[in-house]
């Protein structure tokens, strides 16, 4: 594996944008850490939402269907964290790759849709978005207004009148567009992994994925390289920095 980082001569930039350009198929696979420099903090840090709201306890489409004034105690303080945050340096070279043609889709965990504010078109949100309010007796869907965030009565369906929730995956819940994604990784062989670990299922089965079909994996992150030993390039550091020096490094196309 070869580790590039903020002290990297240009070259080793140079050496993977060109790997990069060379690629057939290239997509990426997006996590909390891409929207940090944003603003929104990591949910599983220390201090982040999970440590004040326990996800088994608030974030359950259980407790959802039987207690929904106390899962919009969740969904408040999700949307608040929220609203208002606009998409990073590192948004923005997503988007930029995809407009060149480099990638072809971008499959994330995060439910902020900055990756869409950013100007990416392909995008799979497998957990859903915060921007949506979706009924699931008769499946509504409405565009979200900082109103429903701040109001101590919780929204009702307009149509069947049943409480609404944010168009995110609950626990309990399928993650979605997993077959769609399985498919856009085939004849995949560059994946960036940024932002994440890639850890956790089901999000872990799509570097698997890639490997077995003989693809590679990139990953950028703040996170020690030991980590991402299958990684065959490792972009540590601020990925605010790390994803656009790339993108800038890229040599212009035959």
């Not at 994330?108 to 799979?124: F, I, K, P």
């Not at 565009?143 to 307009?158: G, R």
């Amino acid at each position: 594996m070869i580790v590039i980082d903020r002290n990297s001569p240009p070259e080793d930039y140079r050496q993977a944008a060109h790997r990069l350009r060379e690629a057939d198929k290239v997509l990426a696979l997006t996590g909390a850490g891409i929207s940090v420099p944003s603003g929104i903090a990591d949910f599983r840090s220390p201090g982040g939402l999970w440590s004040i709201y326990s996800p088994e306890e608030y974030a359950t489409l259980s407790v959802f269907r039987t207690n929904p004034e106390k899962a919009w105690l969740l969904y408040r303080a999700l949307g608040k964290a929220l609203c208002g945050k606009i998409p990073n340096k590192a948004h923005h070279a997503l988007a930029e790759l995809e407009k060149s043609g480099l990638l072809h889709g971008t499959i994330t965990q995060n439910v902020d849709h900055l990756h869409h504010r950013a100007g990416s078109t392909r995008v799979y949100e497998m957990h859903g978005d915060h921007h949506h309010l979706h009924c699931l007796w008769c499946g509504n869907l409405i565009p979200v207004v900082p109103d429903h965030y701040e109001q101590p009565d919780i929204p009702h369906c307009d149509v069947c009148g049943k409480p609404l929730k944010p168009h995110v995956v609950l626990f309990g819940e399928a993650v979605r567009h997993m077959d769609t994604i399985e498919r856009a990784l085939g004849g995949c062989d560059i994946l960036m992994i940024i932002g994440t670990s890639a850890q956790v299922y089901p999000a872990a089965f799509l570097p698997e994925l890639v490997t077995a079909r003989g693809g590679n994996l990139w990953y950028f992150n703040t996170d020690s390289p030991e980590r991402h030993h299958c990684g065959v390039f490792y972009f540590h550091g601020d990925v605010a920095s790390t994803l656009p020096r790339l993108v800038a490094s890229l040599p212009a196309a035959h």
